[in-house]
């Protein structure tokens, strides 16, 4: 469904990866010491490991030959799905190597795991996780956000996904803030997508995703009155609404514009793959009835028909989110959760 997206972009600057700075000589912690830990989970970590085992953040690369013989000793519990690596512990929700998620079962504990020490990092954990969703509307593996800012992208954020090309390196910001969660693009090639639970307000500017096209809302403004001519001679013209004061164009993956439809007051203008006023039937992703443009006075509303793939409008600013948005970023499609 991604696949024609290009060319939306976002506002806002990507923060830095949280980072954990390892101590001088690096290696796993030693028996009976403190140890390392996560920046981000406050988890111990093996320094020699280039990611954290329970939350996935990036640690400090390590040396290629350290990381590549960094495998800690003791019995297997499992391997990596990915890169093959050993697995020790069943609480590992990632693995140290690759940072590959190792699946959301149940967390299970030893049978003398110590109690856990209190920390802000943890007091400020928030309450929500994102569901990875099928086309099937199927719901497979969650990631629970990990603190008050947590990037996503292909490589480079707190949360990757290496085999999703439409992603930019770190694609969007999720935000906790004062019990709210929001969104923000961080200026992603392919933008991030907020699918419609209501009515919506077009604004200039906007881009909207029907099925597997692109679209762009512009404002044109009223038109002013012609000046008639010398002799008074009545000009020609097709017989159509003369007041069209927005327009919706259809872009080409290279951001190009394919065709446009005018807007005017008092005119609905129904969308869909075989049945409205402006059909695309070479779409096989769009519904015969996907969505409508409702006009309302000088203002044009935006409203799903009852569609199986929904209707989305990228992302602008922070964007307020809630329990079971959708979020649709490079190709997968994320669904808000609280735990």
């Known amino acids: 469904?991604?696949?024609?997206?290009?060319?939306?972009?976002?506002?806002?600057?990507?923060p830095a990866t949280r980072v954990y700075a390892a101590s001088a000589g690096g290696g796993a912690p030693k028996t009976g010491e403190a140890g390392p830990t996560c920046s981000s989970c406050g988890h111990r970590v093996d320094a020699t490991m280039p990611f954290c085992a329970y939350c996935g953040a990036k640690l400090e690369p390590a040396p290629a030959a350290a990381a590549a013989a960094a495998a800690p000793s003791g019995p297997a519990v499992g391997t990596c799905p990915n890169c093959g690596a050993k697995i020790v512990s069943a609480e590992y929700r990632f693995c140290p190597i690759c940072a590959t998620p190792l699946g959301a079962g149940p967390r299970v504990s030893g049978p003398h795991e110590p109690t856990k020490v209190f920390t802000a990092t943890r007091a400020n954990q928030p309450p929500v996780q994102l569901a990875l969703t099928g086309e099937d509307g199927s719901k497979s593996t969650r990631y629970p956000l990990t603190g008050e800012e947590t990037t996503v992208g292909r490589s480079?954020?707190?949360?990757?996904?290496?085999?999703?090309?439409?992603?930019?390196?770190?694609?969007?910001?999720?935000?906790?803030?004062?019990?709210?969660l929001s969104i923000r693009d961080l200026g992603s090639r392919n933008g991030t997508w907020i699918f419609l639970e209501g009515p919506y307000k077009l604004v200039d500017g906007d881009l909207i995703l029907i099925g597997s096209q692109l679209l762009r809302f512009r404002r044109l403004g009223y038109p002013?009155?012609?000046?008639?001519?010398?002799?008074?001679?009545?000009?020609?013209?097709?017989?159509?609404?003369?007041?069209?004061?927005?327009?919706?164009?259809?872009?080409?993956?290279?951001?190009?514009?394919?065709?446009?439809?005018?807007?005017?007051?008092?005119?609905?203008?129904?969308?869909g793959r075989d049945a409205g006023d402006w059909t695309f039937p070479y779409d096989p992703s769009m519904s015969s009835q996907h969505a409508m443009i409702r006009s309302e006075d000088a203002d044009f509303v935006l409203t799903d028909a009852g569609s199986r793939n929904g209707v989305a409008v990228a992302a602008r600013g922070d964007v307020p989110l809630k329990k079971s948005s959708k979020i649709l970023l490079g190709d997968k499609l994320l669904v808000v959760e609280t735990l």
């Open 224 to 271: 002013g009155p012609y000046a008639p001519d010398a002799d008074a001679t009545r000009r020609m013209g097709s017989l159509i609404p003369s007041a069209d004061i927005a327009s919706v164009s259809q872009l080409r993956v290279d951001g190009s514009v394919r065709d446009v439809f005018h807007l005017s007051p008092g005119r609905d203008v129904k969308l």
């Open 156 to 180: 480079g954020a707190d949360l990757n996904f290496p085999d999703d090309v439409y992603l930019s390196p770190v694609h969007s910001l999720f935000i906790w803030k004062e019990g709210k």
């Open 1 to 14: 469904m991604a696949a024609a997206i290009t060319g939306a972009t976002g506002s806002g600057a990507a």
